[in-house]
T-cell receptor
Framework: GENVEQHPSTLSVQEGDSAVIKCTYS??????FPWYKQELGKGPQLIID?????GEKKDQRIAVTLNKTAKHFSLHITETQPEDSAVYFC??????????FGSGTQLTVLP | DVKVTQSSRYLVKRTGEKVFLECVQD?????MFWYRQDPGLGLRLIYF???????EKGDIPEGYSVSREKKERFSLILESASTNQTSMYLC????????????FGPGTRLTVT
């Protein structure tokens, strides 16, 4: 099955700095790569996604890049704010009709 | 807005008990999922259903079963709860098979003593 590795597991940044989270996957047939954010006490929520025919996608302060050849994709958050503090999951939608989640990154934005 | 509700936020059960976790979605979604979430392991898929009365095993189905008698409701059953099933359980739904957003419920924190 699909194997997704996510790094780092924890990340602390100063407010206003950028944060980068990286993931690699194993199934070259995978073609949809969403990112979910989980705030304390809530279920994960989709924040951005990218499909395999696109190399980069941006939505305000959040961007995702995809390198299909190397099988890795990254989440970039610029000008971080305290409300960005949460757990972030990279996800791969592979060929088996199910999503495979990375192990998660706890992002803390320090004031 | 899509709403996914789970029957309990917190649940405490004893070893050997039969446990039912209920999930309801209100947007007529075809697909529904049960995950468990443990620190450092992310979300692991237990079972999913792409249609009423249909189910497929996920990555960790052992010790669990599911039921989907109606489109909006997906139940997770622990036939005989064990302490290693202490975890956060998350239900999700999705419009259909394919690259669509999954909508999650708030989770049920189950403790088996």
């Amino acid at each position: 099955g699909e194997n997704v590795e996510q790094h780092p597991s924890t990340l602390s940044v100063q407010e206003g700095d950028s944060a980068v989270i990286k993931c690699t996957y194993s199934d070259s047939a995978s073609n949809y790569f969403p990112w979910y954010k989980q705030e304390l006490g809530k279920g994960p929520q989709l924040i951005i996604d990218i499909r395999s025919n696109v190399g980069e996608k941006k939505d305000q302060r959040i961007a995702v890049t995809l390198n299909k050849t190397a099988k890795h994709f990254s989440l970039h958050i610029t000008e971080t704010q305290p409300e960005d503090s949460a757990v972030y999951f990279c996800v791969v939608d592979g060929s088996a009709r199910q999503l495979t989640f990375g192990s998660g990154t706890q992002l803390t934005v320090l004031p | 807005d899509v709403k996914v509700t789970q029957s309990s936020r917190y649940l405490v059960k004893r070893t050997g008990e039969k446990v039912f976790l209920e999930c309801v979605q209100d947007m007529d979604h075809e697909n529904m999922f049960w995950y468990r979430q443990d620190p450092g392991l992310g979300l692991r898929l237990i079972y999913f259903s792409y249609d009423v009365k249909m189910k497929e095993k996920g990555d960790i189905p052992e010790g669990y079963s599911v039921s989907r008698e109606k489109k909006e409701r997906f139940s997770l059953i622990l036939e005989s709860a064990s302490t290693n099933q202490t975890s956060m359980y998350l239900c999700a739904s999705k419009y259909d098979t394919g690259p669509y957003e999954q909508y999650f419920g708030p989770g049920t924190r189950l403790t088996v003593t």
